[in-house]
């Protein structure tokens, strides 16, 4: 209806059989447009934010969008009686190229359209979990604010649109046909009444644009969250097949599995370090049994006046020479295990990186964060200007592979030492931050545990080119670590 709308004619072109041509085989498309999107547009948005993750998603859509606009609008118009006639000759009379007839204004529209409406679904996104103070929209909160989105995008990109249907329709009418897009464009305001021309079949579009792209956005949140489940649990799964193995080994050899003690490496009774120190943290500090806990974490973040900017083992300025002369000064940093630390947020300050991205366990903690930086930077957008806070399991995060060049924590890793299935979960921890780093990238660990318990278990991995160490200069009892990643290999090719 939309295309018949635009096209020179109007729905005067109107057939029982228009609704329907093509359907089908044209909307197996879509598979290839909604892969392209979701799968450009999550790659680059922890690396460069969602608005220009946004405008790379849409231009790499448009290589299966075009064909699919071309094919389409022509069967419907009636050019073409059927889909294999319509590649037939398309393919006989302008081989591959006349499938991306249109491209021109096709990316005009499509790079706009999706921008608008993921920067609004953002702005949106990040209005509502502030009101509601959830870590994710529900299901039908994204598809009220999806479709929201999508219909003032529309709005604003319809002339394009037009214009675009215009010329890849054109051999549908009679009339001298448009020699570009200037061309269609003046002739359309001097012959069909102005500027309303180009807002013809907006309802249409409207009609169709709103439900799709709701249940695109619907669907989208719910999939990853059940993939991330699943992921998560299988991690889990893991994990405890691995401690009953231990356990089994351990009463075999007539002896039993004992966690580890690593001296500094644990929470005093008092709520200090031993051999070691925090700094304004938090006076609620889990026990330290529960120390490898996240729900122990989040009670203690919970807790009244816990909230506020905490840091531990060292601040800022004690450690910002060992950062800035082992980090690469350059792309993306994650900081694991944030907490309420201002680290982040200070090596964003300090300019050298692109993006920092700070992720925790605990939601309180990261709602604290999102609302400091959202006062900051007065914008409720958080993501757009190069540092965002995320909730997700250090262990098993939703980043792509080798998207960071370095990579910061500050007790984390003893977090992981004092697990149950300590050298399992710290292995887990150290195999993720591999993952995420990018060739010759930086992990550096600030933690209480001695070399004899860290440099084995680190070692023990194929990951790093180099592993170094030595006590802080300026925080007794706390070491730093740095692990630089190895190359990766080309995937060995079976003989032929």
Request: proline share 6%; with cysteine; glycine share 10%.
């Amino acid at each position: 209806l939309r295309t018949l709308a635009q096209t020179r004619g109007g729905a005067g072109s109107l057939r029982s059989s228009s609704l329907l041509s093509g359907a089908g085989t044209t909307s197996a498309f879509a598979y290839g447009i909604g892969a392209l999107q979701f799968a450009v547009f999550g790659t680059v948005a922890p690396l460069a934010g969602p608005l220009a993750a946004s405008v790379c998603g849409a231009a790499a859509s448009c290589l299966c969008s075009v064909p699919q606009e071309v094919l389409k609008q022509r069967l419907v118009t009636g050019i073409y009686p059927s889909f294999g006639e319509a590649v037939r000759r398309i393919w006989t009379a302008q081989g591959p190229s006349g499938f991306y007839a249109g491209w021109l204004p096709t990316v005009s529209r499509n790079v706009p359209f999706v921008a608008a409406t993921f920067t609004a679904f953002a702005a949106l996104e990040a209005r509502a979990l502030r009101a509601s103070g959830e870590e994710r929209l529900r299901p039908s909160e994204s598809v009220a604010i999806g479709m929201s989105s999508a219909v003032l995008a529309a709005t604003l990109t319809q002339p394009i649109d037009v214009v675009k249907t215009r010329l890849m329709t054109q051999a549908a009418s009679a009339l001298p046909p448009y020699a570009g897009v200037r061309d269609c464009a003046l002739t359309m305001l001097r012959t069909e009444g102005g500027p309303a021309a180009f807002y013809a079949g907006l309802h249409q579009r409207i009609l169709y644009a709103g439900p799709l792209w709701a249940l695109q956005f619907g669907l989208n949140v719910r999939l990853s969250q059940a993939l991330l489940e699943r992921r998560r649990a299988a991690a889990e799964r893991a994990a405890a097949a691995e401690r009953a193995a231990v356990e089994r080994v351990g009463r075999l050899r007539g002896g039993s599995y004992a966690r580890p003690l690593h001296g500094a490496a644990r929470p005093g009774a008092a709520g200090g370090w031993r051999g070691g120190r925090r700094l304004a943290a938090c006076s609620a500090l889990p026990r330290p049994d529960d120390f490898a806990s996240v729900a122990s974490w989040e009670e203690a973040y919970a807790a009244p006046g816990q909230d506020a900017p905490a840091d531990w083992l060292a601040e800022y300025d004690e450690v910002r020479p060992l950062l800035a002369a082992a980090l690469p000064g350059r792309g993306s940093l994650l900081v694991l295990g944030c907490g309420t630390s201002p680290l982040a947020a200070q090596l964003y300050a300090e300019g050298r990186y692109e993006r920092v991205v700070a992720i925790d366990g605990s939601k309180t903690a990261i709602a604290a964060q999102r609302e400091r930086r959202a006062a900051q930077c007065g914008h409720a957008t958080l993501c757009t200007r190069g540092l965002c806070y995320e909730v997700c399991d250090a262990r098993s995060t939703p980043f792509a592979d080798a998207v960071f060049g370095g990579a910061v924590d500050k007790g984390l890793l003893d977090a992981a030492l004092c697990s149950e299935g300590f050298d399992y979960e710290a292995g887990l921890l150290a195999g993720e931050v591999a993952r995420l780093l990018s060739d010759g990238g930086v992990w550096v660990s600030l933690s209480l545990s001695p070399p004899s318990v860290v440099l084995p278990l680190l070692s023990s991995l194929p990951h790093w080119a180099s592993l170094d160490t030595q006590p802080h200069p300026s925080a007794a009892g706390v070491f730093s670590y740095v692990a630089t990643r190895a190359e990766r290999r080309p995937a060995a090719r079976l003989p032929a």
